[in-house]
């Protein structure tokens, strides 16, 4: 079993539809959990962390995580073409970060 | 720019080369790490520091790769006889000691062995 687990997509969106991307993860005592955007030949970028079960919003983003399932979840309001790209979810069991392999979302026009 | 640089941003090398590359952190940060990246793969862990002191490497991190910080700012990486299995894209992130491990990427250094 991977340590971080997303569906690898692609993930196809219309416009201005809600995107939802999915992780998990099997060491129950992480505490530290981040999701980064990563467009295509560029390094990821940092979007939201979260450490907290429940949801933490930020602009469009809106973090969530249950800790009990062991889910970590990315919703994306108003999608837009720039959203276009893939998303990795990531996770601190320990003293480093442990990446899934990504995501690919499609925003459709 | 106060972000996380790398250098160089590309590197074409041949087989049993040796191959250097740099990161600069951002400046207030004392942790850096660097990761191996492959397409559609996330980045791998390869090995982090805190300050000058390397803490930890990866299993990935053979002896043919080395990593240094020696005075807690700028590091490298240096790939002795690379192979083509090395091919991959570099990537160095940094954090402070606030933040809880947000960790802020460079651009990355893309390493073509042929």
């Known amino acids: 079993q991977k340590e971080v687990e997303q569906n690898s997509g692609p993930l196809s969106v219309p416009e201005g539809a809600i995107a939802s991307l999915n992780c998990t993860y099997s060491d129950r005592g992480s505490q530290s959990f981040f999701w980064y955007r990563q467009y295509s030949g560029k390094s990821p970028e940092l979007i939201m962390s979260i450490y907290s079960n429940g949801d933490k919003e930020d602009g469009r983003f809106t973090a969530q995580l249950n800790k009990a399932s062991q889910y970590v979840s990315l919703l994306i309001r108003d999608s837009q073409p720039s959203d276009s790209a893939t998303y990795l979810c990531a996770v601190i069991p320990a003293s480093k970060i442990i990446f899934g392999s990504g995501t690919r979302l499609s925003i459709r026009p | 720019d106060t972000g996380v640089s790398q250098d160089p941003r590309h590197k074409i090398t041949k087989r049993g080369q040796n191959v250097t590359f740099r990161c600069d952190p951002i400046s207030e940060h004392n942790r850096l790490y660097w990761y191996r990246q492959t397409l559609g793969q996330g980045p791998e862990f390869l090995t982090y520091f805190q300050n000058e002191a390397q803490l930890e490497k990866s299993r990935l991190l053979s002896d043919r790769f080395s990593a240094e910080r020696p005075k807690g700012s700028f590091s490298t990486l240096e790939i002795q006889r690379t192979e083509q299995g090395d091919s991959a894209m570099y990537l160095c992130?940094?954090?402070?000691?606030?933040?809880?491990?947000?960790?802020?990427f460079g651009p990355g250094t893309r390493l073509t062995v042929t």
């Open positions: 992130a940094s954090t402070g000691d606030r933040g809880a491990y947000e960790q802020y």
